[in-house]
């Protein structure tokens, strides 16, 4: 993480594992084990967040709610903020159901990102977008998260109807897109249209391919400059 920020990333997503991660596909289900088998509990990721916040990009931790429920919403928020952490993306947390959650962010000051998608009708994305903080996560696509080949076509149009909700709503939020992102050619492309470009798989993949941290390092790096080159152009 550390290495992405030196790299040129403007914000930095840990995700904490879980035992069940259904939205995920098979590089972060992988990452997931791996860190599970390997001992990673909630400290070891409030540890994280100190560390690469302490770099000065905006840190915060993606998970599924049950890990957040179980440790205690508050207590979570709280230890989160002592952490220098800035917020929490969730998304499989519903508004209707994150009452507790806007309460502790609000207490502890911390962003709160939920998810719209492309099945989203205007309604949901105003209701989705009105507790946001931070910002909004677009989902590209319908399905896993995971590298794909191409940006789906209906992104362009989501990112512009939820940007319309906001812009009438006055919050200013800005909308960053994310699944499926993983060259810079496409972070290019999602560039052109959205505020901000969400990579999450393909820097998991660099590390889980790599013979050694360096070599996983160097991948790394190289993938952080290849998507920063891209997002300029496509800016």
């Not at 914000?11 to 590089?27: A, K, N, Q, R």
Request: glycine content about 14%; hydrophobic content about 45%; overall charge negative.
């Amino acid at each position: 993480a550390k290495t992405m920020v030196d790299a040129g990333r403007d914000v930095i997503e840990i995700g904490l594992p879980y035992t069940d991660p259904l939205m995920d596909g098979p590089t972060v289900q992988d990452a997931v084990h791996r860190a599970l088998v390997g001992g990673i509990r909630v400290a070891d990721v409030f540890r994280t967040v100190e560390a690469v916040a302490a770099t000065g990009a905006p840190t915060l931790v993606m998970t599924y709610w049950n890990p957040v429920d179980r440790y205690g919403v508050d207590a979570f928020a709280r230890d989160l903020a002592s952490a220098g952490g800035a917020g929490l993306i969730t998304p499989d947390l519903t508004p209707e159901e994150g009452g507790a959650w806007l309460e502790a962010s609000d207490a502890h000051d911390l962003d709160r990102v939920f998810l719209v998608a492309l099945s989203s009708t205007d309604e949901r994305i105003e209701k989705i977008t009105g507790v946001c903080r931070g910002f909004v996560y677009a989902a590209s696509v319908m399905g896993v998260t995971g590298t794909r080949s191409a940006v789906d076509t209906g992104a362009p149009r989501l990112v512009e109807r939820t940007r319309a909700i906001i812009d009438k709503g006055g919050s200013g939020l800005p909308v960053g897109l994310g699944l499926g992102i993983s060259n810079g050619a496409q972070a290019a492309e999602v560039a052109g249209f959205a505020d901000g470009v969400i990579v999450g798989s393909a820097f998991i993949r660099r590390m889980l391919d790599a013979p050694d941290l360096a070599s996983g390092l160097a991948g790394v790096r190289a993938l952080a400059e290849e998507m920063a080159e891209g997002i300029r152009a496509g800016r």
